[in-house]
């Protein structure tokens, strides 16, 4: 499988990367580590959590099951230098931990050591901020986001003393790089600044939503992504199922994610269904798998590090393990193309 190099470091991860969000609630763990040990099997040396997972649902009692469950992966065997493994720092009111406080120099220390202890390593290789203590565009919130009460001022100061927390941890051999999630470009622009004026550690990734239903990432981030060499790694590449076309027609599939999240965290409008609906058609014309091309495609993207997926049963895993070694045709990005400028922006 294609690897491609986080920032400018020598990591090199798979351009599929392994999510594992419903670890704990959708999947057991003998479920986890099965998916874990096909996905490195077929090439895949990514795998991606969070201290805040599993989700659907999230709960206080279920906060840190995911890592605990990637700790026991290692506890019964698995080989901890065979994968690149990525974290997450909670944000700003995420009311389960740290009273749902703010991201802060004093809080690294102490949550970086809770997920090493989880996951049941001495290093994680990307830790990153699940999303910014300002606020995010991401999730929907592009519709009401208004950051015209933010003090510049004192979000250039919280960067500089997180990223000197950072390359204490760095020294420390805790964690080998950092990455962001649900991040702007003026965000991620500034904590490459820190970084240039201050030292710690260069951001290397951005981990926001991006498919084909979700494209915000086309504009300014795309270009700071290029320049900068700060790769995406895009979440919720199969629009969460929506592109599988296995919601259409009103379908509901027991143990879906739609049957535990109604609205698919704002996915679910009728414009969606019509866009999906497009490019269904386009699989179809073109004798793909829907799932497939969703994947194939986010992989051309000029910016991508690595597409992150998740699966619930091993079925729908190697499905997307098939993404890996489809081309896609220019007639069928022409298709494709066509299909978004008649359905921008589904929700």
Not at 21 to 27: K, R, Y
Not at 112 to 126: A, F, H, K, M, P
Not at 154 to 180: H, K, S, W, Y
Not at 341 to 346: D, G, I, Q
Request: aromatic share 8%; hydrophobic share 40%.
């Amino acid at each position: 499988m294609e690897r491609r190099k986080l920032g400018r470091t020598d990591i090199d991860v798979s351009v599929l990367c392994l999510g594992s969000m419903t670890w704990g609630t959708q999947n057991t763990a003998q479920e986890g580590h099965a998916q874990i040990d096909r996905a490195l099997d077929a090439g895949i040396n990514f795998v991606d959590t969070a201290e805040m997972y599993p989700v659907n649902p999230i709960s206080a009692e279920t906060v840190g099951r995911t890592e605990q469950i990637i700790g026991l992966w290692v506890e019964r065997g698995g080989t901890r230098s065979d994968m690149v493994l990525a974290t997450k720092h909670s944000g700003a009111g995420f009311s389960h931990v740290r009273g749902g406080g703010p991201i802060t120099a004093a809080t690294i220390p102490a949550t970086i050591e809770g997920s090493l202890r989880r996951l049941q390593t001495d290093y994680i290789d990307l830790y990153q901020f699940h999303w910014p203590n300002r606020g995010s565009y991401m999730f929907r919130q592009n519709w009401t986001f208004d950051p015209s009460d933010q003090d510049p001022v004192a979000v250039r100061q919280n960067m500089d003393d997180c990223l000197g927390a950072l390359q204490a941890e760095v020294d420390r051999g805790t964690i080998r790089a950092f990455g962001l999630s649900n991040e702007s470009a003026w965000g991620t622009a500034e904590w490459l600044a820190s970084a240039a004026r201050k030292g710690g550690p260069r951001v290397v990734s951005v981990q926001n939503e991006y498919s084909l239903m979700c494209r915000l990432y086309d504009t300014d981030m795309a270009e700071l992504s290029v320049n900068e060499d700060v790769g995406l790694l895009a979440f919720s590449p199969l629009a969460a199922g929506l592109l599988t076309g296995k919601y259409q027609g009103g379908a509901v599939p027991d143990g879906s994610r739609l049957s535990l999240n109604p609205d698919l965290g704002g996915r679910r409008t009728a414009r969606a269904f019509e866009a999906v609906d497009a490019y269904l058609s386009v699989a179809g014309r073109h004798g793909l798998d829907p799932a497939q091309m969703a994947l194939a495609w986010c992989m051309t993207r000029p910016f991508m590090a690595s597409v992150i997926f998740g699966a619930t049963t091993m079925d729908q895993l190697e499905v997307a393990l098939g993404a890996a070694d489809l081309t896609l045709s220019q007639e069928v990005m022409d298709d494709i193309d066509a299909a978004h400028r008649a359905h921008p922006m589904p929700y």
